[in-house]
């Protein structure tokens, strides 16, 4: 680009010394290239918009559409963010999910703050970086990973390392970091990718205070086809609960119940890990994975007031035992999660890809028209069959 304007400025610089018809025949056609460069430049750089009250309007549209635009290195203006919420605009998490993308993209930012309610992005390059997030809520540690996890796939090398303090290992209205270290990864792993996650501290609502260490390293996503998840090997699991709730045994409440309805349901005896932390308040949960040959499926419980240990670990394994009779490849979660990654597998591989689910989510609906937006691909569901299908548009 700047050697394009010094030609300009030395033809323009002769033309003035050299003011016959003829050289002025050479001024008129740059001027002209000059102002179309410049409006090519101006239609590559415009704004992706996205609408953040579509679908179901949470923080999903915001997730998505910023790690496209960082994927991508296209800008994104999104507005009517999280519209649909009782409190709309950019929560914390929002806020720290945000920010370690736009670390890693060197991105610059406009209206970015806590209950901003539109924001503009623009990447510039992709870097490896070690990045320090500071989650001050009770938020998601793993929505908060979810954008920079598809985002980083354009890096050609060195890894990206995140060291997370403050939020939750679970919560009601997400996947826990538990299923993305074990369910999430593993499954992406099949096709290439290269993520770990360690979880050196659990965090539960309405502190947080939760640490891990997210090491992403260079991936090139081979094609994911994900439609046969074969014999099931096993199924197992994590009981954890904060030390102050020992004595009251919740955790071995939690494994127990969930043991029998998977031995009295599917006749299968899980492998539960029961395990006390150390917290900045109390807190339980459990989850639980089933292994097939293909793929991996999980489920959670999450522990609340007034519900007994028991009621968490039946809701858990009803709630597998819900996935595995689906028979689809993909969990309810991995749905929607996997979205992203299925567009840039497509696009990378040249050939359509294919997952099996176990049912069409609202969030997957609303990832898919977010994916679509930014990249040359076109999704099909087959409602029918519930699966879902991705094919680069040929123009």
């Known amino acids: 680009m700047n050697t394009y304007l010094l030609n300009i400025c030395l033809f323009k610089h002769y033309v003035y010394f050299n003011k016959d018809e003829k050289h002025c025949f050479f001024l008129n056609f740059f001027r002209n290239l000059n102002i179309f460069f410049f409006l090519m430049i101006f239609m590559l750089m415009k704004s992706i918009e996205i609408n953040g009250a579509m679908h179901e309007g949470g923080g999903q549209i915001l997730r998505t559409s910023i790690g496209m635009s960082a994927f991508t290195g296209k800008p994104v203006k999104i507005f009517n963010i ?4 009782c409190n709309p605009g950019i929560m914390p998490q929002h806020y720290e999910a945000i920010n370690a993308v736009a670390k890693i993209s060197n991105a610059e930012l406009s209206n ?7 924001i503009e992005f623009i990447p510039k390059k992709l870097q490896a970086k070690k990045i320090d997030l500071s989650i001050s809520s009770a938020g ?56 770990r996650i360690n979880i050196t501290k659990y965090g539960y609502y309405p502190k947080g205070g939760g640490k891990s260490i997210v090491e992403i390293m260079p991936s090139k996503l081979r094609l994911i086809n994900l439609l046969e998840r074969g014999s099931l090997i096993n199924i197992y699991g994590i009981a954890h609960a904060s030390k102050e709730l020992k004595d009251k045994r919740v955790a071995e409440r939690m494994c127990k119940s969930a043991s029998k309805i998977l031995n009295e349901e599917i006749s299968i005896k899980p492998s539960i ?40 670990g039946e809701f858990a394994a009803r709630k ?73 548009k040929h123009e």
Not at 112 to 118: A, L, M, Q, T, V
Not at 284 to 297: H, M, Q, S, V, W
Request: net charge positive; hydrophobic share 45%; aromatic share 8%.
């Open 140 to 195: 998601s540690i793993a929505l908060v990973l979810q954008a920079i996890m598809f985002a980083v796939l354009n890096l050609k090398k060195g890894k990206v390392k995140i060291n997370v303090n403050g939020g939750a290992v679970c919560g009601k209205w997400a996947a826990p970091l538990n299923y993305v270290k074990n369910v999430l990864i593993p499954v992406l792993a099949r096709f290439s990718y290269s993520a």
């Open 273 to 312: 890990n029961v395990v006390y932390v150390d917290s900045m308040c109390k807190g339980c949960g459990i989850e639980l994975f089933a292994r097939f040959d293909n793929t991996i499926l999980g489920s959670d419980g999450l522990g609340e007031r007034k519900i007994r240990a028991e009621d968490v």
């Open 320 to 392: 597998l035992i819900k996935q595995i009779r689906s028979n689809g490849c993909a969990d309810e979660y991995l749905a929607d999660q996997i979205i992203p990654y299925m567009a840039i597998s497509a696009i990378k591989n040249a050939e359509k890809s294919q997952v099996s689910v176990a049912e069409i989510t609202s969030h997957a609906e609303t990832n898919i028209k977010i994916v679509e937006k930014f990249l040359p691909i076109k999704f099909k569901i087959d409602k029918k069959n519930k699966r879902v299908i991705c094919a680069v």
């Open 112 to 118: 970015y703050f806590i209950g901003s309610k539109e």
């Open 82 to 85: 999280r519209a649909k919420r």
